[in-house]
């Protein structure tokens, strides 16, 4: 029933500089924190940043001083500012929501929603 939308991924040189949308919409008690992780091929999943509800970040190492979080918490909405873009950073980013909503599979409360992905290539 959830859905996370997300838009901004492209191709942009070394140096460059791209802005990540993701937008959850549907029923959701709670966002509790939402954030970006990222997949290169024959690579594991890895979280690049993350912002809770009441806005404290993290962020992975490779990616400070460059990358920015920030949400919306009206709209649901993270946003991921990427500056300063490797060749490194090419992977498909994907979208995450931790929530307080109910899981009939738990039978509790606590679900986790993802987008479909977007991929983000940097390259010459």
């Known amino acids: 029933q959830v859905q996370l939308v997300e838009s901004g991924g492209g191709l942009v040189q070394p140096g460059g500089s791209l802005r990540l949308s993701c937008a959850a919409s549907?029923?959701?008690?709670?966002?509790?924190?939402m954030g970006w992780y990222r997949q290169a091929p024959g690579k594991q999943r890895e979280l690049v940043a993350a912002?809770?509800?009441?806005?404290?970040?993290n962020y992975a190492d490779s990616v400070k001083g460059r990358f920015t979080i920030s949400r919306d918490n009206a709209k649901n909405t993270v946003y991921l500012q990427m500056n300063s873009l490797k060749p490194e950073d090419t992977a498909v980013y994907y979208c995450?929501?931790?929530?307080?909503?109910?899981?009939?599979?738990?039978?509790?409360?606590?679900?986790?929603?993802w987008g479909k992905g977007t991929l983000v290539t940097v390259s010459s």
């Open positions: 912002i809770t509800s009441g806005g404290s970040t």
């Open positions: 995450n929501a931790d929530t307080s909503d109910y899981d009939p599979s738990k039978s509790d409360y606590g679900m986790d929603y």
């Open positions: 549907g029923t959701i008690f709670s966002i509790n924190a």
